[in-house]
């Protein structure tokens, strides 16, 4: 297991939290997910095998908001 720490722009209301989050509970491998509104930021606990690049790279193209690495 591992965490994966991503900063995802323009959520800017609750219902665009449950979209990210609702969005990431359907990936195979995401065991836990924390989105905060606040912090713009989702912590993911996902099995080894998931890459944060693939996470990034779903949310992008498959949601209205844009993730990246948190440094």
Not at 10 to 16: N, R, T, V
Not at 21 to 41: A, P, W
């Amino acid at each position: 297991m591992k965490k994966i720490k991503l900063k995802v722009m323009d959520m800017k209301c609750m219902g665009c939290v449950n979209t990210v989050q609702n969005f990431l509970s359907k990936i195979k491998g995401i065991n836990d997910i924390k989105v905060d509104l606040e912090t713009k930021r989702a912590i993911i606990t996902a099995e080894d095998s998931l890459k944060a690049e693939d996470l990034i790279d779903a949310i992008n193209k498959n949601t209205n908001y844009k993730a990246q690495l948190e440094k």
